[in-house]
């Protein structure tokens, strides 16, 4: 198993996108792809279109998620990966901290281009407007 831990400045306020990361409706937009998410712990999520899914295991809100995560790419028999979202304020927003753990073998570095690509960079756009 792989893990990686990334994180990127975000023009927001913590509260505001802990609060976005588990609106169905606002992380649709910030993804710019659909999501079905049941903000409580213990309430399933879908992101991108389904490609993404798990469920929520803690919130501290404005502080902490903690996400079992799956892709439609992760074997069968793989277990759940898990994503841990730091939120620390910073002067120009917050810091976005991400912690990526059990990995399957060989697929950490597609998925670390993905939150690049799909999650920082049009978080930065959509946060910024």
């Known amino acids: 198993m792989e893990s990686l831990k990334m994180s990127a400045d975000l023009p927001v306020t913590p509260e505001k996108l802990c609060k976005a990361w588990l609106d169905s409706s606002e992380h649709g ?16 999520y879908t992101a991108w279109d389904g490609y993404i899914s798990g469920k929520t295991l803690e919130i501290e809100p404005g502080k902490r998620i903690l996400q079992s995560w799956r892709t439609t790419e992760f074997a069968e028999a793989d277990p759940d990966s898990r994503l841990e979202l730091l939120f620390a304020a910073i002067p120009e927003g917050t810091r976005l901290t991400l ?17 690049e690509e799909y999650y920082f960079k049009p978080m930065q756009e959509y946060f910024s407007k």
Do not use: C
Request: zero cysteines; aromatic letters at 10%.
């Open 99 to 115: 912690i990526h753990t059990n990995i399957p073998d060989g697929q950490k570095e597609m998925y670390r281009e993905g939150w």
């Open 29 to 44: 937009l910030f993804t710019g792809s659909s999501a079905e998410i049941d903000p409580k712990v213990g309430g399933k």
